[in-house]
């Protein structure tokens, strides 16, 4: 039985800013923080094989996607290191997985959780068939698309009811209460691997209770950018319709397809 491990940084406890959620001159002990994104890591991965994985891939999803400290994790599991690659945030995952854990994932953008946003900071919002949708649920759609269900996610507690909204009563870690985006009261790394273990093998256990996430086809997506240049940019890629000043669809026929063309627009919108 094999477990996909999606990790972001920004719903890791402790981190509270951008500061420290990368290396550079600007950073805030990167080092610290990309060891607490790690122990959460490694933490899922323990659960997943206690509830009997048998296989276990762990994929970078946060930044350059060159944080997770591969030599703390469990011998046993490998890990998708590095970027730029076709599937991003799930890249490697297929329907050979039988469940999908987003770790330190972060709320969708305008919502009031802890540096929330959507793929990249150009993003007002994106939409699937009028539904509002942040990374979790673009990512949570992709998994569907191979049959494989979300069946825990760990976060702010903002992502926690993002993710209850969209995928139901899945397993959820909260570890830490947003109070702005800038600031959160925060559980104690030794506590949230704790809960992240023992969520994680409950989770694989009652893996047959969840869902994948499947919107409905062909899928229409709306993107709302912040400003009207980056709607121009996003325009170079002609399977864009500009639907509005600020706004540019397009319909998918899977999410596989929305996925990667969303991404392209992304960086495109800030050319
Ligand atoms: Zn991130």
Redo the contacts with the bound molecule.
């Keep these: 039985m094999r477990v996909y491990i999606s990790v972001?940084?920004?719903?890791i406890s402790g981190i509270v800013h951008w500061k420290q959620?990368g290396p550079g001159e600007d950073a805030e002990d990167y080092e610290q923080y990309r060891r607490l994104m790690t122990g959460d890591t490694s933490a899922a991965v323990e659960g997943a094989f206690a509830g009997g994985a048998t296989a276990v891939l762990v994929n970078d999803?946060?930044?350059a996607m060159r944080n997770v400290v591969l030599t703390d994790l469990d011998p046993r599991v490998e890990l998708v290191s590095g970027s730029p690659k076709p599937l991003s945030?799930v890249e490697g995952l297929d329907s050979t997985f039988q469940a999908v854990f987003l770790v330190?994932?972060?709320s969708r953008a305008g919502t009031p959780g802890i540096?929330n946003?959507t793929y990249s900071g150009a993003l007002v919002d994106c939409r699937f068939n009028g539904q509002s949708v942040g990374?979790l649920g673009l990512n949570a759609a992709v998994a569907g698309h191979f049959g494989v269900p979300v069946v825990l996610v760990t976060g702010d507690d903002v992502l926690v009811a993002e993710a209850r909204g969209l995928l139901g009563e899945i397993q959820a870690v909260t570890v830490k209460q947003a109070l702005g985006r800038y600031a959160a009261r925060c559980v104690h790394p030794q506590r949230t691997g704790q809960l992240i273990r023992t969520a994680a093998q409950d989770a694989v256990q009652n893996r047959q209770r969840f869902n994948p996430y499947r919107p409905v086809l062909p899928l229409k997506v709306d993107l709302e950018f912040h400003d009207t240049g980056q709607a121009d940019g996003a325009c170079l890629l002609p399977v864009l319709e500009r639907t509005g000043n600020r706004t540019v669809s397009f319909t998918a026929p899977d999410p596989v397809w929305a996925y990667r063309i969303t991404r392209v627009a992304l960086r495109l919108s800030a050319t």
Excluded: V
Excluded at 8 to 11: K, N, P, Q, S
């Design positions: 972001d940084m920004e719903g959620t999803a946060h930044g945030m330190g994932y972060h540096l946003h990374e």
